[in-house]
Each structure stands twice: as C-alpha cells, then as structure tokens.
C-alpha cells in the first residue's frame, strides 16, 4: 500500500551531513560500476553508493521521503550559475571581509570556538576574523614526528591572534586502534589514510566550544582550471584531477575480475561528460568549480566532517549558501590564484608575514619568490636535512600513508587487514594480494592509495557481511 506520509528534507547548496534514502523498486545489488569510480577517485560520484538501490541524496534539491526511507521527489532548489557583476577588486575584496565576518559571527554566536590551525589561508582567514570577535578561541594543529613541523607556523597564528593553543604529533600506527571507530563515522564512504583527527579525537572531544572549520575556501577561491584551458580539453583536465595515482589500474582490474561490460575509462569519462554537461555554465572555470563542489565536496569533503562532529558541533563558513552565492557573482579574475584571500590578510602585517605552507620557506608577501633561483637555498638545504635524517633512522615522513602503513608492525596489521575476509566475499583475493606486492616494490608512493582503497573495501565488506551474489 502506499505511504502517504512524507518526510521533507531540504538540502543546502553544499550540505555538512550525507544523507541516504532508497531508490524505489530497485533490486538490493551492489553497484559495482560505483565501487569502481570509488576507488579510482576516491569518491563515489553524484547519488551513487555501494548498492543500487540505496541513494546518496543530492545538495541543493529538496527532497521527499516516505516513512520507509524511499524517496519520492526530489527537485533543485539552486542551480550553479556564473553572472559577474561589474564591480572593482577593491568592492569585492570588501565584500568579501563583511561576508566571512557575518557569517562566522552568526555560525559560531557567543560559544568558545575550537579552531584547527594550518600553515595554509583557509584558517588563517577564519583565525583573523576570529581576532576581532572576542570569542574564547582555542586551537589546536599537528604533524608527524619526523615531518615538516607546520604546527610552529599554527603556532605563531595562534600566539599573535591571542588564541590558547595544542600541538599535537600524530603516532605511528593510529589506525589500528581507531580503524572500526572510524569505519562507523564514515561508513566506509572516505579511504582511512586522510582522516588523522581519529588519531587525536578524545583531545578534541575533551576541548570546549564549537569547531569552525575552513573546508573547501581553497577550491571556491581559486581558478577551476587551469589558465588556457580550451573548451575540448575540460574532461581530460578533471579526469587528471579525479584520478588518484594507481586508481585507475586498481578500477581496470576489479572491472575485469567482476564481468563488467565495456571498459572502465569509457564508463567514466560518460558519467563525468553527463555531470558536466548538466552544469549551465560557458565559464570554464566556473564550470569545473561548480562540479567540484557538487560531486567531490559532497561525496568526499563532507564525508569525513562527520569525526568532528564526534567530538563538537561543527560551523563552516565557506560551507553557507551565501558564500557559494557570491561566489557565483565574481569575476573569475578576482578568484583566480587566491587573491581575496591574500588580500585579506595581507591587511594585517603579521599574519602576512608568517610562513605559507604551500610555498615555504616565503609568506604571502613574497611567496611569488618561490621559484629558482631564490628557492634553490632552501631546497638544497631541506633535501640535506632529509637525507641525514634518513641515515641515522628518523625518516621524513610527509605523506598520511607512511605514518599508518610503512614499518613492520604496521605491516603486519595492514595484511592481516587486506587478507581477513570471507572467502565468498565480493573482494577478489588475487587482486587484492597484486597490489599488496605493489606497495611492496620500490613504487610504493604510487600503489598507497590503491591499497588503502583496498582496505577499505576490505573493512566495508567485513563489517557488513557481504557475500558475492
């Protein structure tokens, strides 16, 4: 009998929260096809999940369910477009500050604020608003032992801005002890390696306040593609970013093992032409930003907020429909390169001047120094330090996978993991125990995400009793 009850639910332009719903009158089938854009990107695209009738439910469209969980409609309530006004840099740039402002403002109200620091813009952005606003700030950042120590820069932020302040190292073989914790938060919908709050997640929920987090500003504020981009060219330059090294080898071969029809490239640059194309936008750039924020946000960013939220409600500013709005209405010249942002805390001398992560040594004043021959000193300097520390056994450790997969004893666990699963299950064996010998090899860097996506599935399947049909 039908369900005329309803249940509505209004999705924002980029939701904090996944959402799930079932697809009516669709076999209970595992999405193959899905599973292989998973972990060749390492996101599932559009609606799509582990099983075909099982929905993610798309941002910006409301939606209606009936009590069973099934939806019923779901029609836009926003549609991505680019309409530039004619405005001055200056008038956006101001724009801009009044905007982060009231947003934070009204997210975060009179509560402590618990704010992650990094050596990049995002936070640094939020921390200098937060400066004005007199709320108790408390922040907090890490790295690995071993590692390039970005919390000193974090540090600085936070000792000028008045903020208290936690350094924390990140140890080797967190995972272990947190990997079914996190398999619950996430639902296996992320891989494993990028999630290192897990690794420190009982200091954040010991902290008090509310976290504002400064996800996705380095995407809306910045080019979409890259200068010169000719229109033909857009699927290549998104498939480039989409495709993680080893991915597309690791999709090919479950592809193969599982009897899927057709080949699996073809497959993808179909689903991601279609994404495209559904975006209404002549604007290169604009148009890729849009489908970024559409598809890898929400299916990837989002996915892990939800381990934050383990420990303390969360804001994100860059996450309101206004900020996503104005995006829409700036000319991609003022976007581009992250000028708003530099500009903006190029207003405090400060903050400008300490270190930037991504072009370290120099700050936001002479980061465009980062190039040969004035980098040639640091480099040089840097590859020495590496290389010593490499021979008296303390290596430089600056990837996520090394702190949780390299080293014996996180060896042993990593094949217990990869080889502890039911004999009927969906994971093919013989693929799985390939690219174990893969990251083995000299060309381990390459073959890290295929791995972690492997263990992944591996977790996913375990923990949900999966059989092949």
């Given at each position: 009998?039908?369900?005329?009850?309803?249940?509505?639910?209004?999705n924002s332009i980029l939701p904090s929260k996944q959402?799930?719903?079932?697809?009516?009158?669709?076999?209970?089938?595992?999405?193959?096809?899905?599973?292989?854009?998973?972990?060749?990107?390492?996101?599932?695209?559009?609606?799509?999940?582990?099983?075909?009738?099982?929905?993610?439910?798309?941002?910006?469209?409301?939606?209606?369910?009936?009590?069973?969980?099934?939806?019923?409609?779901?029609?836009?309530?926003?549609?991505?477009?680019?309409?530039?006004?004619?405005?001055?840099?200056?008038?956006?740039?101001?724009?801009?500050?009044?905007?982060?402002?009231?947003?934070?403002?009204?997210?975060?109200?009179?509560?402590?604020?618990?704010?992650?620091?990094?050596?990049?813009?995002?936070?640094?952005?939020?921390?200098?608003?937060?400066?004005?606003?007199?709320?108790?700030?408390?922040?907090?950042?890490?790295?690995?032992?071993?590692?390039?120590?970005?919390?000193?820069?974090?540090?600085?932020?936070?000792?000028?801005?008045?903020?208290?302040?936690?350094?924390?190292?990140?140890?080797?073989?967190?995972?272990?002890?947190?990997?079914?914790?996190?398999?619950?938060?996430?639902?296996?919908?992320?891989?494993?390696?990028?999630?290192?709050?897990?690794?420190?997640?009982?200091?954040?929920?010991?902290?008090?306040?509310?976290?504002?987090?400064?996800?996705?500003?380095?995407?809306?504020?910045?080019?979409?593609?890259?200068?010169?981009?000719?229109?033909?060219?857009?699927?290549?330059?998104?498939?480039?970013?989409?495709?993680?090294?080893?991915?597309?080898?690791?999709?090919?071969?479950?592809?193969?093992?599982?009897?899927?029809?057709?080949?699996?490239?073809?497959?993808?640059?179909?689903?991601?032409?279609?994404?495209?194309?559904?975006?209404?936008?002549?604007?290169?750039?604009a148009k890729v930003r849009a489908f970024k924020t559409?598809?890898?946000?929400?299916?990837?960013?989002?996915?892990?907020?939800?381990?934050?939220?383990?420990?303390?409600?969360?804001?994100?500013?860059?996450?309101?429909?206004?900020?996503?709005?104005?995006?829409?209405?700036?000319?991609?010249?003022?976007?581009?390169?992250?000028?708003?942002?530099?500009?903006?805390?190029?207003?405090?001398?400060?903050?400008?001047?300490?270190?930037?992560?991504?072009?370290?040594?120099?700050?936001?004043?002479?980061?465009?120094?980062?190039?040969?021959?004035?980098?040639?000193?640091?480099?040089?300097?840097?590859?020495?330090?590496?290389?010593?520390?490499?021979?008296?056994?303390?290596?430089?450790?600056?990837?996520?996978?090394?702190?949780?997969?390299?080293?014996?004893?996180?060896?042993?666990?990593?094949?217990?993991?990869?080889?502890?699963?039911?004999?009927?299950?969906?994971?093919?064996?013989?693929?799985?125990?390939?690219?174990?010998?893969?990251?083995?090899?000299?060309?381990?860097?390459?073959?890290?995400?295929?791995?972690?996506?492997?263990?992944?599935?591996?977790?996913?399947?375990n923990k949900n009793h999966i059989i092949s049909q």
């Amino acid at each position: 009998m039908f369900d005329s009850k309803v249940r509505p639910i209004h999705n924002s332009i980029l939701p904090s929260k996944q959402q799930f719903a079932l697809r009516k009158a669709t076999a209970h089938e595992i999405n193959y096809e899905a599973i292989c854009i998973f972990v060749a990107t390492g996101f599932f695209m559009d609606d799509d999940t582990y099983w075909k009738d099982q929905i993610c439910l798309k941002p910006a469209h409301n939606h209606e369910l009936n009590t069973s969980g099934e939806l019923l409609t779901s029609t836009p309530n926003f549609e991505w477009h680019y309409s530039p006004r004619n405005i001055t840099f200056e008038q956006v740039l101001e724009e801009y500050i009044g905007l982060l402002t009231t947003i934070i403002k009204e997210q975060v109200k009179d509560h402590p604020v618990i704010l992650p620091l990094s050596g990049g813009l995002d936070s640094r952005s939020q921390a200098m608003v937060l400066k004005e606003l007199n709320n108790n700030v408390h922040s907090y950042s890490y790295a690995f032992p071993g590692g390039y120590p970005e919390h000193k820069i974090s540090e600085k932020i936070a000792k000028y801005c008045g903020f208290s302040f936690d350094a924390f190292f990140i140890g080797k073989g967190y995972l272990w002890n947190s990997i079914d914790e996190l398999a619950d938060l996430n639902k296996c919908y992320s891989e494993f390696t990028h999630s290192r709050q897990m690794a420190i997640l009982d200091e954040l929920k010991a902290m008090n306040g509310v976290f504002s987090l400064g996800h996705w500003g380095d995407v809306l504020f910045d080019r979409g593609v890259p200068e010169g981009t000719e229109s033909g060219e857009v699927v290549l330059v998104v498939l480039k970013k989409m495709l993680k090294p080893g991915g597309l080898e690791l999709a090919n071969k479950l592809w193969e093992a599982w009897g899927l029809d057709g080949q699996f490239k073809d497959y993808l640059i179909g689903r991601v032409e279609t994404a495209l194309s559904q975006i209404k936008i002549d604007n290169l750039s604009a148009k890729v930003r849009a489908f970024k924020t559409s598809q890898w946000a929400h299916r990837w960013t989002t996915t892990n907020l939800s381990i934050f939220e383990e420990a303390a409600p969360i804001t994100l500013p860059y996450y309101d429909n206004r900020m996503i709005e104005f995006i829409c209405s700036i000319p991609e010249e003022y976007l581009a390169d992250r000028k708003l942002q530099i500009s903006h805390i190029r207003k405090d001398a400060t903050l400008s001047n300490i270190v930037w992560h991504q072009n370290k040594p120099f700050n936001l004043n002479t980061y465009h120094k980062n190039k040969a021959p004035y980098n040639l000193p640091y480099r040089v300097f840097n590859k020495m330090k590496r290389e010593f520390n490499n021979l008296v056994g303390n290596p430089y450790i600056q990837r996520n996978f090394e702190i949780q997969f390299m080293g014996k004893d996180n060896d042993q666990r990593l094949y217990q993991y990869l080889m502890n699963m039911d004999a009927n299950g969906v994971l093919p064996k013989s693929v799985v125990e390939y690219f174990y010998q893969k990251f083995k090899s000299p060309d381990y860097v390459y073959y890290s995400h295929p791995i972690s996506m492997l263990l992944t599935l591996s977790v996913w399947q375990n923990k949900n009793h999966i059989i092949s049909q």
